[in-house]
């Protein structure tokens, strides 16, 4: 065996310690960057990402037709529709709207679940039955089902072009009834300083021209504009007020910086309630129910009863008239929307 | 410990870091396609 001596092995200890610090270091500085990563980013989406999450972004089970405990407005019509119902579905937001028309015109018993009870306890958030008169299939599958067919009448924003393509491919005209109103809306953190913003400020944010809160009068930080997913209604509905106007990329960057994303006002004010945002005005004018009633907001737009125009269920002539009745009109008002009709 | 060791154990520990941040990266990416941004904008920090 080598035999060292004192000076050999206060070398050998420190050429050791070196080494050992400098590994280390290395997974220090891992570390360090990955523990930045989930603070800035990671944190921020942890839990909320998958489909099942996405598919319950209303709490679906607050909403169900017929049931004791229950959100839904109660119009006491003398209407009850019967025979052949028409089957309903609708984006997210408007769920609150077309499970009221169910739970105040369609008969008890008629909305059911695969296995009896409801769940959310699986990749769609929901568990209608194939017979059931309500289904939660959302804009983007939703679209396709009442040009396919399976659905009858579908409440939902206007149509993507894609959907407008699907439709004319099948050889399917759809028809639009506008029964309510609804704004478009912009929003931020609620600790961000900005409260407002122009159009054409907006535009410039989502074009990339703009990469600064600065920029628009805010802080100095970097502005993180938030898409949506292709074909739901809120991303058709941003595209529209695009315009010509091309959205941008932006760099990875910008995922650390200040967001600004949009949807609808009622599903943020009454469906998620979430106080960590705020709603901006635009064009110095916020999107209140008096704003969207008076159209001095910017971008208010309607939102439709949709059904196949060769669909020969009688109960849906009933159903529009009912809607755009003064019974109609009231149930679209307490479901949280502005009335299309005065 | 033998340089040749120590060089191991450096490259070993780069490697298992580096690993890591991808998949903390792809990670990252999927779930940022697929969450909801109006959690995403209220949970940032100011």
């Given at each position: 065996m080598?035999?060292?001596?004192t000076?050999?092995?206060?070398?050998?200890?420190?050429?050791?310690?070196?080494?050992?610090?400098?590994?280390?270091?290395?997974a220090?500085?891992?570390?360090?960057?990955?523990f930045?990563?989930?603070?800035v980013?990671?944190?921020?989406l942890?839990g909320?990402?998958d489909?099942?999450?996405?598919?319950?972004?209303?709490?679906?089970?607050?909403y169900?037709?017929?049931?004791?405990?229950?959100?839904?407005?109660?119009?006491h019509?003398?209407?009850?529709l019967?025979?052949?119902?028409?089957?309903?579905?609708?984006?997210t937001?408007?769920?609150p709207?077309?499970?009221?028309?169910?739970?105040?015109?369609?008969?008890?018993?008629c909305?059911?679940?695969?296995?009896?009870?409801?769940?959310?306890?699986?990749?769609?958030?929901?568990?209608?039955a194939?017979?059931?008169?309500?289904?939660?299939?959302?804009?983007?599958?939703?679209?396709?089902?009442?040009?396919?067919?399976e659905?009858?009448?579908f409440?939902?924003?206007?149509?993507?072009k894609?959907q407008?393509?699907?439709?004319k491919?099948?050889?399917?005209?759809l028809?639009?009834v506008p029964?309510?109103?609804e704004?478009?809306?912009f929003?931020?953190n609620?600790?961000?300083?900005?409260d407002?913003?122009t159009?054409?400020?907006?535009r410039?944010?989502?074009?990339?021209?703009?990469?600064?809160?600065?920029d628009?009068?805010?802080?100095n930080r970097?502005i993180n504009p938030?898409s949506?997913?292709?074909?739901?209604?809120?991303?058709?509905?941003?595209?529209?007020?695009?315009?010509d106007?091309?959205v941008?990329?932006k760099?990875?960057?910008?995922l650390?910086?200040g967001?600004?994303?949009?949807?609808?006002?009622?599903?943020?004010?009454?469906?998620?309630?979430?106080?960590?945002?705020?709603?901006?005005?635009?064009d110095?004018v916020?999107?209140?129910?008096?704003?969207?009633?008076d159209?001095s907001?910017?971008?208010?737009?309607?939102?439709?009863?949709?059904?196949?125009e060769d669909?020969?269920n009688e109960?849906?002539?009933?159903l529009?008239?009912?809607l755009?009745s003064?019974?109609g009109?009231r149930?679209?008002e307490?479901?949280?929307?502005?009335?299309?009709?005065? | 410990?033998k340089?040749?060791?120590?060089?191991l154990?450096?490259?070993?520990t780069?490697?298992?870091?580096?690993?890591?941040?991808?998949?903390?990266?792809?990670?990252?990416i999927?779930?940022?396609?697929?969450c909801?941004?109006?959690?995403?904008?209220?949970k940032?920090?100011?």
């Open positions: 080598k035999q060292y001596n000076a050999q092995m206060q070398k050998r200890s420190q050429l050791l310690l070196r080494q050992w610090a400098a590994i280390l270091a290395v220090a500085l891992f570390a360090a960057f990955n930045s990563m989930y603070q980013l990671t944190r921020r942890a909320n990402f489909g099942t999450f996405q598919a319950r972004m209303i709490d679906l089970e607050s169900l037709p017929h049931q004791e405990e229950t959100k839904l407005p109660e119009t019509t003398s209407l009850t019967t025979g052949d119902l028409p089957v309903l579905d609708g984006a937001a408007l769920v709207v077309y499970a009221a028309v169910i739970h105040n015109l369609y008969p008890e018993g909305v059911t679940f695969e296995g009896g009870t409801f769940s959310d306890d699986n990749s769609t958030g929901e568990n209608f194939a017979d059931s008169v309500m289904q939660y299939k959302n804009t983007v599958r939703g679209y396709k089902a009442v040009v396919d067919g659905t009858d009448v409440f939902g924003a206007g149509p993507s894609e407008e393509a699907y439709a491919e099948q050889g399917v005209t028809v639009y029964i309510g109103l704004a478009f809306v929003f931020v609620e600790k961000n300083p900005v407002g913003l159009s054409d400020q907006i410039k944010i989502y074009s990339g021209e703009y990469t600064n809160w600065s628009v009068g805010g802080a970097t938030v949506r997913l292709a074909g739901s209604g809120s991303q058709t509905s941003f595209l529209k007020f695009m315009g106007t091309p941008g990329g760099s990875l960057f910008a650390t910086g967001a600004i994303g949009f949807s609808f006002r009622y599903y943020m004010e009454g469906i998620v309630e979430n106080e960590a945002v705020k709603i901006i005005s635009l110095g916020y999107p209140s129910a008096d704003h969207i009633r159209r907001y910017p971008l208010v737009s309607s939102f439709y009863a949709i059904y196949r669909n020969s109960n849906i002539s009933v529009i008239s009912w755009l003064e019974e009109q149930l679209v307490e479901s949280g929307y502005v009335r299309v009709v005065e | 410990m340089e040749r060791t120590f060089l154990i450096l490259i070993l780069a490697g298992i870091g580096l690993a890591l941040t991808i998949a903390h990266f792809l990670y990252a999927y779930a940022y396609q697929h909801s941004i109006i959690y995403f904008i209220g940032e920090l100011w």
